[in-house]
């Protein structure tokens, strides 16, 4: 079994910051691609940003320029950092993970955190 757990949610006034975090943990013997996604309300969940395994990058374009995404492969940890927070950026991020459970022939599955809120006042 494995868990992804996000952090560093909150409530921000608009211009202000936020990173959040996501630790991956149980079994887990290799991690590809990492990203994280948002679900406004009454929206469909959209991507926000992807880092691959070997550090490639894409972003939305609504979050391009203001938002980092990173990652700590020792520890298991993806993050992204939001700058210029606007309004629009509200929702529930959730992270996500292409994740290899042993060391034989298997393809990765797939796994989502449980979520963390983010909301920015104007």
């Known amino acids: 079994q494995v868990h992804l757990v996000e952090s560093g949610g909150g409530l921000v006034q608009a211009g202000g910051s936020l990173r959040l975090s996501c630790a991956a943990s149980g079994r887990i013997y290799s991690i590809n691609a990492m990203g994280w996604y948002r679900q406004a309300p009454g929206k469909q969940r959209e991507l926000v940003a992807t880092i691959t395994s070997g550090g490639m990058t894409n972003y939305a374009d609504s979050v391009k320029g203001r938002f980092t995404i990173s990652r700590d492969n020792a520890k298991n940890t993806v993050y992204l950092q939001m700058n210029s927070l606007e309004p629009e950026d509200t929702a529930v991020y959730y992270c996500?993970?292409?994740?290899?459970?042993?060391?034989?022939?298997?393809?990765?599955?797939?796994?989502w955190g449980q979520g963390t809120q983010v909301t920015v006042s104007s």
């Open positions: 996500n993970a292409d994740i290899k459970n042993d060391g034989w022939g298997a393809p990765p599955n797939n796994y």
